[in-house]
């Protein structure tokens, strides 16, 4: 019974750490940063709900009771108000690209590539690079081009690559037999 007595009470008055304490050793570890030990228990309490204020209005259904507590925050807003309030995006949406300027554009690029690269034809309309990339998409003849050079770089390739394998076969050859 004493014994018992005993450990319950040293039990009660152990400090309690959260990492223990032979994680740092300064011979082989002298980069690590060492681990600062805690006297008691660390509390940790649970992410906090979120406010009935932060909730949208397009969430709340219509016999929600909150929508009274909360009216003024939803506030409507009249004509004349809107008008006075400043402007949020300075950048204004231009909607001037007219079918036929899209045809011509298609038309161009398909007719010479090289000639009407992307980057001329955004100069010409005056609409971004990457407005053009959409119009025109993608020229199957330039991806024709372009796959035929890389079949020609791929020959090269394995010509050289047989080549330095004959020669290494060679090298070997002559290094057995003593002559290099």
């Known amino acids: 019974m004493w014994k018992s007595a005993v450990r319950n009470y040293s039990i009660k008055n152990l400090p309690y750490e959260s990492r223990p304490t032979n994680l740092y050793n300064p011979v082989r570890s002298a980069f690590n940063i060492k681990p600062k030990t805690t006297q008691g228990l660390i509390y940790n309490p649970p992410a906090s709900a979120p ?9 709340i259904p219509q016999n929600d ?9 939803f506030k409507t807003y009249t004509a004349e108000e809107l008008a006075d ?66 079949e020609t770089v791929k020959k090269a390739w394995n010509e050289t ?10 090298r070997k050859q002559m ?3 003593g002559e290099f």
Not at 51 to 59: G, H, I, N
Not at 131 to 137: D, S
Not at 164 to 170: G, T
């Open 51 to 59: 406010s009935l204020k932060d909730t949208p209005r397009a969430f």
């Open 65 to 73: 009771p909150r929508l009274t507590v909360l009216a003024d925050k």
């Open 85 to 150: 309030m400043p402007i949020i995006y300075a950048h204004k949406k231009e909607y001037n690209l007219t079918p036929e300027i899209v045809q011509e554009i298609i038309t161009l690029r398909q007719e010479d590539p090289e000639k009407w690269s992307v980057s001329k034809l955004a100069q010409k309309f005056n609409i971004e690079p990457s407005k053009v990339n959409i119009l025109t998409g993608c020229s199957v003849a330039k991806q024709q081009k372009v796959l035929a050079e890389l």
């Open 161 to 170: 690559t047989r080549r330095a394998r004959k020669d290494r076969v060679r």
């Open 175 to 177: 290094w057995l037999r």
